[in-house]
């Protein structure tokens, strides 16, 4: 009988804390790049450039369609062969941003799509600059319809970064299975890992929620 | 904060539940399980030249598959084989969803505390690989550096050996041994640390890519381990042990795979 005891995993505490802060920390640094990456490609998807929109449609449908967990391979295990030495922190943060960038502009297409055509027009015929138009009128509106699938996102984020223990960062899923290999206790310290990742994605969904408060009880204008 | 207590409780009050339902009837052996079921389930640590891996069609070989399948004949049964890793091999024993793994698995006191073993059957020597050109590092010494980064398949006992001889070095755990050696390949680590079978096969079909470097301390024991609390089941699998290594069947087996004796407690087969 498995004596199911979470006392044993008090010593490794620290090494939780540690591999939490890392999570916190690569989440932290893939949102801040995926999130204006996403803005700006999602600006490319509508663009009138026919160029622009097949870039960013290929990027979005390429990177959709692949596993994270490939990704990290190519980025930490082939970009090196090439002679493009990347560590596995970066390799673990570029790999989360590309792959959180590709369904970040999905979410503010939505979120452009969503604007009628008319406040184009409107703001068009006050004599408004497109750069205006789009800073003072659309994207304002976008981020605010936009808010409830970003905070999904950071979620998602959070998540995801469980996969680059695999390329050995030592993040809270690398720090459960480094213990768990020595101390068998398998059972309480993925009980504990899934805690941990409650609590790193309360935290950080805490931060989003406290930063974008101000927009998400604006109400939803069309 | 309401919703997140609520999580906390649904999962201290699922956990031990769910547990509690992998188990068998403790009073069984695990012998009579095998003998009923008409096949013995083992799980082994692939990826593992020449002592447990797949070959081009799937199919497991090596050492330990040999030992396996000598142990299924002395059982009477056949063999399902439970494919994992290196530490897979004590989960898949202490959940019981193997009945036995024989994957060069070495007793140690804190495995013990976790999982059974018999005697052991052979030894290995933890050996360090590196690239060849890295002509740099030449003995354990140069190994000694934070900046010298190990790969080590997680859940090895390479661990504890590289914190006592090379307490410096940066240890990074990866997977399996396609991930070291890719690791290896991208320079992304600057060795790996595994048994010397592996190390020296590896070395033998890279066509000089690797090379062996140092050894890690004194062999270390390989044994059968097996669930924990099955004197019965331990009896039955510790016999066998030492009727292989005393009978020649073992010194056979280890011959055809190595080519070089096995260490001593393993007799060779009486001359006729």
Known sequence: ?222 | MHRFSLTMLLLGALAPMLIATAHPAAADSILNDVLRRGSVRIAVNTGNEPRQFADENGNLQGYDIDIAGELAKQLGVQIEFIRTDVAGRVAMLQSHKADITIATFTPTLDRLKTVGFTDPYTTDVLTLMIRSDRKELAELKDFDKPEIKIALGRGSTAAKALAKYVPHATVVELPGLADIVQAIDAGQVDATCSNDGLVNWTVKNSNGKYRAVAALGDPEDDSIGLPQGDFVWWMWLNQFVHQINNDGTNYTLWMKWFGSPPPAFVKAPPKT
């Open chain 1, 1 to 222: 009988m498995y004596d199911f005891n979470l006392r044993v995993l008090l010593p490794y505490l620290p090494v939780f804390g540690a591999g939490a802060l890392l999570t916190l920390e690569i989440s932290a640094l893939a949102i801040l790049i995926s999130f204006p990456c996403g803005l700006i490609g999602a600006l490319m998807r509508i663009s009138d450039s026919r160029l622009l929109r097949a870039i960013g449609a290929g990027y979005v449908e390429t990177v959709r369609n692949v596993p994270l967990l490939v990704v990290l391979y190519v980025l930490f295990y082939a970009l090196p062969v090439y002679g493009l030495p990347i560590n596995a922190f970066t390799a673990g943060v570029l790999g989360l941003s590309i792959n959180s960038a590709a369904f970040t502009i999905e979410i503010f297409r939505g979120g452009f799509a969503a604007i009628p055509a008319a406040q184009y027009e409107a703001a068009s015929a006050l004599g408004m600059s497109p750069a205006q138009i789009f800073g003072l009128v659309i994207v304002p509106q976008v981020f605010r319809i936009a808010l409830p699938s970003l905070g999904n996102q950071v979620v998602a984020v959070v998540l995801g970064s469980a996969q680059a223990s695999i390329i050995g960062v030592g993040e809270l899923t690398y720090q459960t299975q480094s213990v768990g290999s020595s101390t068998f206790r398998y059972f309480e310290l993925f009980t504990m890992a899934a805690l941990f990742y409650i609590v790193c994605a309360q935290l950080i969904g805490g931060v989003w929620r406290v930063l974008t408060g101000r927009a998400a009880r604006a109400p939803l204008g069309t």
